[in-house]
């Protein structure tokens, strides 16, 4: 299970974090993603890790101002979000991929819904003064 906290309100130029909590598999398996959905736009990928070889990847709309972290420990991901722009507005979803099903040879991009097996429920982020 994934559950993602941390959306609200803020202003052009300012920050947020979301938080995803995730239970029941374990994180060095799977790509852990943060994707969005904005109002009559396609869900599409943010960033994601690997914590088993900390490594990343961004969209090229955020790459620069997001940051996305794993807290193995504590079954923790996080996206760091700043210089926040109205254009950020949109539901953040994080999910859980299978190594079998994003990545390498036969899975996925990275920035694909098809290869997630777990979706959190999704939380708000508006961008707006």
């Known amino acids: 299970q994934l559950q993602a906290s941390g959306g609200g309100l803020v202003q052009p130029g300012g920050s947020l974090r979301l938080s995803c909590a995730t239970s029941?598999?374990?994180?060095?398996?799977?790509?852990i993603s943060w994707f969005r959905q904005a109002p009559g736009k396609e869900r599409e990928g943010v960033s994601s890790m690997r914590t088993t070889f900390d490594t990343t990847s961004y969209a090229n709309s955020v790459a620069g101002r997001f940051t996305i972290s794993a807290d193995t420990a504590k079954k923790m991901v996080y996206l760091q979000m700043n210089e926040l722009k109205p254009e950020d507005t949109a539901i953040y979803y994080c999910a859980a991929g299978s190594t079998l099903t994003v990545g390498g040879r036969y899975g996925s991009p990275w920035n694909s819904v098809r290869g997630y097996n777990y979706w959190g429920q999704g939380t708000l982020v508006t961008v707006s003064s």
């Open positions: 029941g598999f374990n994180l060095d398996d799977y790509y």
